[in-house]
């Protein structure tokens, strides 16, 4: 048997995070993928990118003190390789390559900047099926602070990708137009209409929360009518409300109304009734794709 730990840091528009996994191979056993640990710090570089269209001075000094912090981590925790990868508010920033070559000169890590495509690419890697049935046809979706990926699966195969630039920190800057919507119910709608039956499936913190917030049990859906409950219990309350009330962070306490929003609008324009949340996201494919690449 062996043990092997690889790290994934994930810059994303509502905040930054390094996951820590443990990879348990051996000769006669597929690979075993476990958790470590995951260290998350709230910087919302969306906010910067999309309303000023640069990162501000004060986030680059921050994302150089996380990179640091990180890099200390994955050297305590005897990480094997990393990878490091930013999406939208890093991508549509004008002084990108300025932060990309601060990052590499002040820590040595290298910051990798992906399109939608290629995100979607990296989470389609995870084994979201390992507790649902793989059979059914699903709508995936993985909600960020500044682009939505939507994909279609198929028996466990992706046949149509999408990504939105319609995410939870755009639309609390309302940032987010009308023609983007219809853009988005068009193509739910043209990709899933010679489907039956076919379910969500969700992505991101935000729908890992109102999961968690709703107590289904592990495996099993969140329903339409649960979700929505749930959208109009928060959408009731405060910022400062939903804080107390339901023990939301405060980067999360503001975002996970859009993002409600967003995963509703999905169901109801492919006519699922249900979302399954497996629990992965980014950082997970991102480790699958360093344990394969080293095992090349």
Not at 87 to 116: C, P, W
Not at 221 to 240: A, D, M, V
Request: proline fraction near 2%; glycine fraction near 6%.
């Amino acid at each position: 048997m062996k043990i092997e730990r690889y790290a994934a840091i994930d810059i994303g528009s509502n905040a930054i995070r390094v996951l820590i996994s443990n990879v348990i191979s051996s000769k006669k056993k597929p690979p075993k993928f476990m958790k470590s640990s995951m260290v998350r710090v709230p910087i919302r570089l969306g906010e910067d990118s999309f309303t000023l269209g640069e990162i501000s001075e004060k986030n680059k000094k921050r994302i150089v003190k996380a990179m640091k912090a990180f890099k200390h981590i994955m050297k305590i925790s005897n990480v094997k390789s990393y990878m490091a990868c930013a999406t939208s508010a890093l991508r549509e920033a004008n002084n990108a390559e300025e932060v990309v070559a601060l990052v590499k000169k002040t820590t040595g890590i290298q910051i990798q900047i992906i399109d939608g495509k290629r995100e979607a690419e990296i989470i389609s890697t995870t084994n979201i099926f390992e507790s649902i049935n793989k059979n059914r046809t699903f709508l995936f979706i993985d909600v960020g602070g500044g682009s939505t990926e939507f994909s279609v699966l198929v028996k466990g195969a992706r046949i149509a990708s999408k990504s939105f630039k319609v995410g939870t920190v755009r639309m609390i800057n309302n940032m987010v137009s009308d023609k983007i919507w219809v853009e988005i119910q068009h193509w739910i709608e043209q990709n899933t209409q010679n489907h039956t039956k076919i379910a969500l499936l969700g992505s991101g913190g935000n729908i890992n929360k109102l999961f968690k917030i709703a107590g289904v049990k592990e495996g099993r859906p969140l329903s339409f009518i649960k979700l929505n409950t749930l959208y109009n219990e928060l959408n009731q309350l405060s910022y400062e409300e939903r804080i107390v009330q339901w023990e939301l962070n405060p980067d999360r306490s503001d975002v996970i109304i859009p993002a409600t929003q967003i995963y509703l609008k999905a169901l109801q324009w492919s006519g699922a009734s249900e979302i399954f949340v497996p629990k992965i996201g980014l950082a997970d494919g991102m480790i699958k794709v360093l344990y394969s690449e080293n095992k090349q």
